[in-house]
């Protein structure tokens, strides 16, 4: 299978009939050494030929199989047989293998697709720090209460599972000696496609910058600025014609409704003059941002709805005394900053659960990484 895209071919090998069915046995019974119940085996056999050797296939279904892996669970198997596109099993192709991620995600709980469908803020190939990722799930109000856990267990619950069906796949720990060890996951680009497109139609996230340039913004309640990596590459006409359409398509939103921005690549720092706009903002990502300044954390210390605050590596030197006044605020992280302190005020935010904070002068930078 091959995809050409921006002059570049990818190419997925396929998987021989035995490595095939040893990776489908340990995604859906644990172990290559494992045996499939007799009456699976041939509905096994009839899955297998349909995913044509492909591992994303294999382990995408092995996965979603997984949770009906007793001899009882036939029928499910036979359900999921008979969804997969014929087309599969002669031809696979991209759309093959995006149809098979439909299936794995249409068979997620309903809280379950909503964190899938979050994934799309974050721009393709980064690598996503894992506390990050629940802690912005949690003020999205996308973790539900349960009677003796905290919302962070119930989160890491919900993360456990995605990654048990193979929805997310676990990253290397970040490492470095001012923050310890961070976890880190990674979203399969295929994956990613399928959750922006599910994510649009379904106006769960509104994206600009990269290959998002001309987006439906009628009512605008998640949006994510991507950029940067893309116009890096462009002539310097394309780079102004990028950023003006840009501008214009933001200047022309209502962000009325915008409960939650987050800002990657720097390119959105023209946005960032509108944030007095952004009043009803539960969630505030601009991390890296290099051009943050006292103007715009006036407008942030008006943001009284705002649960989750995200300033890390910043260029911000201080934290006005009104940041006391965001009484619903429930993580706050301005770590790498050149922050001297942090004010009196902080100590008012009865709601804060995460506080994280380092001066960047503090420390020898390890060299950029591309984190989200």
């Not at 994934?119 to 003020?139: H, N, Q, T």
Request: proline share 3%.
């Amino acid at each position: 299978m091959q995809r050409l895209f921006n002059d570049c071919i990818y190419r997925i090998k396929a998987l021989g009939p035995e490595d095939s069915t040893k990776l489908f046995l340990s995604r859906a019974f644990g172990s290559t050494n494992g045996s499939c119940p007799m009456e699976l085996e041939d509905a096994m056999k009839k899955v297998l030929k349909k995913c044509g050797g492909l591992p994303l296939a294999i382990v995408s279904i092995g996965s979603l199989l997984a949770s009906y892996n007793s001899p009882e669970s036939k029928h499910m198997w036979e359900r999921v047989f008979k969804s997969i596109g014929s087309e599969m099993e002669s031809h696979p192709t991209l759309e093959g293998m995006r149809q098979i991620v439909i299936i794995s995600y249409d068979h997620l709980p309903h809280h379950l697709k909503a964190c899938m469908m979050y994934l799309s803020i974050f721009p393709e190939d980064y690598v996503i720090v894992k506390e990050r990722l629940l802690m912005r799930w949690i003020a999205e109000g996308l973790v539900a209460e349960k009677r003796g856990l905290t919302s962070m267990e119930v989160a890491e619950a919900y993360f456990n599972e995605l990654v048990s069906r193979s929805m997310i796949d676990r990253a290397a720990d970040i490492v470095n000696y001012y923050d310890g060890r961070e976890e880190t996951c990674r979203v399969h680009d295929m994956m990613l496609e399928v959750m922006v497109a599910k994510s649009l139609e379904a106006n769960f996230i509104s994206l600009i910058g990269g290959q998002y340039e001309v987006m439906p913004y009628d009512r605008v309640r998640r949006l994510s600025i991507h950029g940067g990596v893309e116009a890096s590459k462009q002539s310097s006409f394309k780079k102004t014609a990028a950023g003006r359409g840009r501008r214009k398509n933001i200047n022309a939103m209502n962000v009325e409704h915008v409960r939650s921005l987050s800002v990657f690549e720097l390119e959105g720092h023209k946005l960032l003059n509108q944030l007095g706009e952004f009043t009803l903002l539960r969630v505030l990502d601009l991390e890296d941002c290099k051009v943050i300044g006292k103007k715009h954390m006036a407008h942030v210390c008006r943001m009284y709805l705002l649960r989750f605050l995200n300033l890390r590596g910043t260029t911000i030197t201080v934290l006005p005394r009104e940041l006391g006044d965001l009484e619903h605020l429930q993580a706050l992280d301005v770590r790498l900053t050149f922050l001297e302190g942090l004010p009196e005020t902080v100590t008012a935010l009865e709601n804060l659960e995460c506080l994280q904070y380092s001066n960047k002068k503090d420390y020898i930078s390890d060299g950029p990484s591309k984190t989200a």
